[in-house]
């Protein structure tokens, strides 16, 4: 059944290059639309939208402040972004992240400048009459009717509605079951689908609905092959790390989640899962670039807020002290005071004194200033009940390091007893919480002390208690590259080692660790002589 085009509809237009206005101008006015209006910015376009509904925004990604990615999220967050709204991206930039990234938010179009007047027809057209043949359904989503939008469905592929968008809508029918969570239905329903090779998409729904049953190797199954297919790979990989971290292999899932920010790193919520996991696999330098990522593409946008900061401040400490480098500590340092001041900038009614005070007592214990920051953490109010579970955290963290271990255990002990904080909580965040209770139970100082103290065991010829000493210290900075020497060396020097000690592979994972790292002379020197079986003194 053709449709005719209603040329009388109402489009926005963001862009903030004259010259692009212009030139849009002219074409939709060639074309036949006249109904349109512009916005120079981001915050143009949302007061445009909070008074009047339009039927199809043509957006630049390239905005100053605010960008098309940000205002897209923004539309969405504050329900001024309809169904039957179309929505075309344009950009003068193809860089394969951006392009990955924009594609992720599913737009209806995406368009890269310069572009002819036949092409923007052809997309416009496109959009606008996909709106209209399915206007009935989607102001049913819209209005969040979910068994009326299923029946319209069923209706529709029972009489052969439109079959040139069969597969579009019976995407649609399996996207509506799994947002409903209604999952035996959504397995049959992509069970039946399954076999058609040319629907991928059949895979990635199967494959949800098999995680949720917690059919994980079936799944792993259907989402391999899909590693292949350039449209498929990135939500394959977000499903893939979802079921390692299911499992437990959270090493995988790392692995996986690095690939998937590769390839779109503005997702903020995949580039906070994926600081949750760094950390978890004591992995502070990734955890570090997370957390600065997480800063840099909330900022302007929706999400920004000061735990944002805070994060990267405290990601800045953590990675700082797995290191052994004066120039990156101090540098590191650096970024965690700068992070500190731009938050107070940033929201001056939302000063956080308490977490601030914690961050830079934390600081002062990167400069060895333990006293000074001890003294901080003293006159700080013990309670936390006004604290989220990060804030009392990091309190721990720092009171551990100025050597206050048993306020530290406590405040853990209480963390992980209190269901209210945690409830609401990232799993990976609940996971990581309870092998730093678990960590700094066993350790009787801070992780700088503790390898110090195991440096002074070997010199006195504590073999033992030194390994022992270095592998923990390891397990809690695999980063260290002095911490890693330290161990190759204790683990040739030591004789009759406990056999339940994994020594071959530790002598493994120090040297691959060593063999990628940026070593400073004095280190490269050390690698060197181990690698040549000489022995040679802590």
Same mark, same amino acid.
């Given at each position: 059944?053709?449709? +005719?085009?209603?040329?009388?509809?109402?489009?926005? $237009? $963001? *862009?903030?290059?004259?010259?692009?206005?212009?030139?849009?101008?002219?074409?939709?006015?060639?074309?036949?639309?006249?109904?349109?209006?512009?916005?120079?910015?981001?915050?143009?376009?949302?007061?445009?939208?909070?008074?009047?509904?339009?039927?199809?925004?043509?957006? =630049?990604?390239?905005?100053?402040?605010?960008?098309?990615?940000?205002?897209?999220?923004?539309?969405?967050?504050?329900?001024?972004?309809?169904?039957?709204?179309?929505?075309?991206?344009?950009?003068? /930039?193809?860089?394969?992240?951006?392009?990955?990234?924009?594609? /992720?938010?599913?737009?209806?179009?995406?368009?890269?400048?310069?572009?002819?007047?036949? #092409?923007?027809? =052809?997309?416009?057209?496109?959009?606008?009459?996909? +709106?209209?043949?399915?206007?009935?359904?989607?102001?049913?989503? #819209?209005?969040?009717?979910?068994?009326?939008?299923?029946?319209?469905?069923?209706?529709?592929?029972?009489?052969?509605?439109?079959?040139?968008?069969?597969?579009?809508?019976?995407?649609?029918?399996? /996207?509506?079951?799994?947002?409903?969570?209604?999952?035996?239905?959504?397995?049959?329903?992509?069970?039946?689908?399954?076999?058609?090779?040319?629907?991928?998409?059949?895979?990635?729904?199967?494959?949800?609905?098999? %995680?949720?049953?917690?059919?994980?190797?079936?799944?792993?199954?259907?989402? @391999?092959?899909?590693?292949?297919?350039?449209?498929?790979?990135?939500?394959?990989?977000?499903?893939?790390? !979802? %079921?390692?971290?299911?499992?437990?292999?959270?090493?995988?899932?790392?692995?996986?989640?690095?690939?998937?920010?590769?390839?779109?790193?503005?997702?903020?919520?995949?580039?906070?899962?994926?600081?949750?996991?760094?950390?978890?696999?004591? !992995?502070?330098?990734?955890?570090?670039?997370?957390?600065?990522?997480?800063?840099?593409?909330?900022?302007?946008?929706?999400?920004?807020?000061? *735990?944002?900061?805070?994060?990267?401040?405290?990601?800045?400490?953590?990675?700082?002290?797995?290191?052994?480098?004066?120039?990156?500590?101090?540098?590191?340092?650096?970024?965690?005071? #700068?992070?500190?001041?731009?938050? &107070?900038?940033?929201?001056?009614?939302?000063?956080?004194?308490?977490?601030?005070?914690? $961050?830079?007592?934390?600081?002062?214990?990167?400069?060895?200033? $333990?006293?000074?920051?001890?003294?901080?953490?003293?006159?700080?109010?013990?309670?936390?009940?006004?604290?989220?579970?990060? !804030?009392?955290? *990091?309190?721990?963290?720092?009171?551990?390091?100025?050597?206050?271990?048993?306020?530290?255990?406590?405040?853990?002990?209480?963390?992980?007893?209190?269901?209210?904080?945690?409830?609401?909580? #990232?799993?990976?965040?609940?996971?990581?919480?309870?092998?730093?209770?678990?960590?700094?139970?066993?350790?009787?100082?801070?992780? &700088?002390?503790?390898?110090?103290?195991?440096?002074?065991?070997?010199?006195?010829?504590?073999?033992?208690?030194?390994?022992?000493?270095?592998?923990?210290?390891?397990?809690?900075?695999?980063?260290?590259?002095?911490?890693?020497?330290?161990?190759? @060396?204790?683990?040739? =020097?030591?004789?009759?080692?406990?056999?339940?000690?994994?020594?071959?592979?530790? &002598?493994?994972?120090?040297?691959?660790?060593?063999?990628?790292?940026?070593?400073?002379?004095?280190?490269?020197?050390?690698?060197?002589?181990?690698?040549?079986?000489? +022995?040679?003194?802590?």
């Amino acid at each position: 059944m053709a449709v +005719k085009l209603n040329k009388d509809i109402q489009i926005l $237009v $963001v *862009d903030e290059q004259p010259l692009t206005q212009n030139y849009l101008r002219y074409a939709l006015e060639t074309l036949g639309y006249p109904g349109f209006h512009y916005a120079e910015n981001s915050a143009a376009a949302l007061t445009l939208c909070r008074d009047k509904a339009f039927d199809l925004i043509i957006c =630049s990604f390239n905005l100053n402040g605010k960008d098309g990615y940000q205002l897209y999220q923004e539309l969405k967050v504050r329900n001024l972004f309809r169904h039957c709204t179309g929505f075309i991206f344009i950009s003068a /930039e193809t860089d394969p992240s951006l392009v990955h990234s924009v594609l /992720e938010l599913q737009p209806d179009e995406f368009m890269v400048k310069p572009f002819a007047i036949k #092409d923007l027809k =052809s997309r416009i057209d496109r959009t606008i009459r996909r +709106k209209n043949l399915f206007r009935p359904l989607y102001s049913l989503m #819209d209005e969040n009717k979910t068994d009326a939008a299923l029946k319209l469905l069923d209706q529709w592929q029972k009489q052969g509605y439109q079959p040139k968008y069969n597969s579009m809508l019976l995407k649609i029918k399996g /996207e509506i079951l799994q947002q409903a969570a209604r999952w035996t239905e959504a397995e049959q329903f992509y069970s039946n689908l399954v076999h058609n090779e040319s629907l991928n998409w059949v895979k990635l729904g199967l494959a949800r609905c098999l %995680i949720q049953r917690e059919r994980y190797p079936e799944a792993t199954a259907l989402l @391999q092959p899909l590693l292949q297919k350039a449209d498929m790979k990135l939500a394959a990989l977000d499903l893939l790390s !979802d %079921i390692h971290l299911q499992q437990q292999m959270y090493k995988k899932a790392l692995a996986d989640l690095l690939q998937a920010t590769d390839m779109a790193p503005r997702n903020l919520l995949r580039q906070q899962k994926l600081m949750h996991l760094s950390r978890l696999n004591h !992995d502070y330098e990734h955890q570090f670039k997370a957390a600065k990522d997480l800063l840099r593409f909330a900022r302007f946008s929706v999400y920004e807020q000061p *735990d944002l900061y805070l994060n990267l401040a405290r990601a800045s400490i953590d990675y700082a002290l797995s290191v052994d480098e004066d120039e990156q500590t101090s540098r590191l340092s650096k970024v965690a005071n #700068d992070t500190l001041t731009n938050m &107070r900038q940033m929201f001056p009614e939302q000063p956080k004194q308490e977490q601030q005070v914690v $961050v830079q007592a934390r600081i002062y214990y990167l400069k060895d200033q $333990v006293e000074k920051a001890k003294q901080l953490l003293l006159a700080l109010e013990k309670s936390s009940a006004a604290q989220d579970a990060e !804030d009392i955290l *990091d309190k721990a963290k720092a009171l551990h390091e100025v050597g206050l271990l048993s306020s530290s255990r406590e405040l853990l002990k209480q963390l992980t007893q209190d269901e209210n904080k945690l409830k609401q909580a #990232d799993p990976v965040f609940i996971t990581y919480l309870r092998q730093e209770q678990q960590e700094r139970e066993t350790l009787p100082m801070g992780p &700088r002390e503790f390898n110090n103290n195991a440096v002074l065991l070997y010199e006195k010829g504590q073999w033992h208690q030194a390994l022992n000493a270095f592998i923990q210290a390891f397990k809690i900075m695999p980063g260290n590259a002095g911490i890693a020497l330290n161990l190759l @060396q204790s683990l040739r =020097s030591t004789e009759n080692i406990d056999p339940s000690i994994q020594t071959e592979q530790l &002598r493994l994972q120090c040297e691959v660790m060593l063999s990628k790292a940026k070593l400073n002379q004095e280190q490269q020197k050390r690698w060197q002589q181990l690698q040549g079986q000489q +022995k040679i003194a802590i």
